[in-house]
């Protein structure tokens, strides 16, 4: 089951977390292909990042952007891209993005890894009366679902 919007106060380009058992306790284990690699002193996993410089590439402006429109408030989307919610609000005026006043749809988030997001693709019923927004993190794959709500 996905998590309910709300449940989920991870900033992972941030890397508060252990994207795996979600601890605190993570350390710094060098650089990996111009990716900071981290590790996990809680579960002894060991993830990368890609390092978020002082230049924002257009990738995140557009995925700010595309949040923004299905709904999320200026705080969900610092929370999941890592990018101050003043930023965010830049962009939307910068780019006159107006999204529609009523929005029925929730989002809910998930972490997962290539095979679970190829499980979770393959269920039919995963993908009916829902959209979808899948974005690579580090090694893992953050999954943004809406789900109509009814009335
Ligand atoms: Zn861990």
């Given at each position: 089951m996905l998590k309910p919007a709300g449940c989920f106060t991870i900033n992972f380009m941030q890397l508060n977390l252990c994207?795996?058992?979600?601890?605190?306790?993570?350390?710094?284990?060098g650089i990996v292909k111009d990716r900071q690699r981290y590790l996990?002193?809680?579960c002894k996993y060991f993830?990368?990042?890609?390092?978020?410089?002082?230049?924002?590439?257009?990738?995140?402006?557009?995925?700010?952007?595309?949040?923004?429109?299905?709904?999320?408030?200026?705080?969900?989307?610092?929370?999941i891209l890592?990018?101050?919610h003043v930023t965010v609000m830049n962009w939307v005026?910068?780019?006159?993005?107006k999204a529609p006043s009523t929005n029925e749809y929730r989002p809910s988030y998930k972490i997962m890894?290539?095979?679970?997001?190829?499980?979770?693709?393959?269920?039919?019923?995963n993908l009916t009366r829902t959209g979808m927004?899948?974005?690579?993190?580090?090694?893992?794959?953050?999954?943004?679902?809406?789900?109509?709500?009814k009335k």
């Open positions: 994207p795996k058992c979600e601890s605190e306790n993570i350390v710094k284990s996990c002193k809680n993830f990368t990042v890609n390092k978020l410089g002082k230049h924002i590439d257009t990738y995140y402006v557009i995925k700010a952007l595309q949040l923004y429109l299905e709904g999320l408030s200026y705080r969900e989307i610092e929370r890592g990018i101050s005026k910068q780019h006159k993005i890894n290539h095979t679970e997001l190829v499980e979770h693709l393959k269920k039919k019923e927004l899948i974005t690579e993190l580090g090694d893992k794959f953050m999954v943004i679902r809406w789900e109509r709500f």
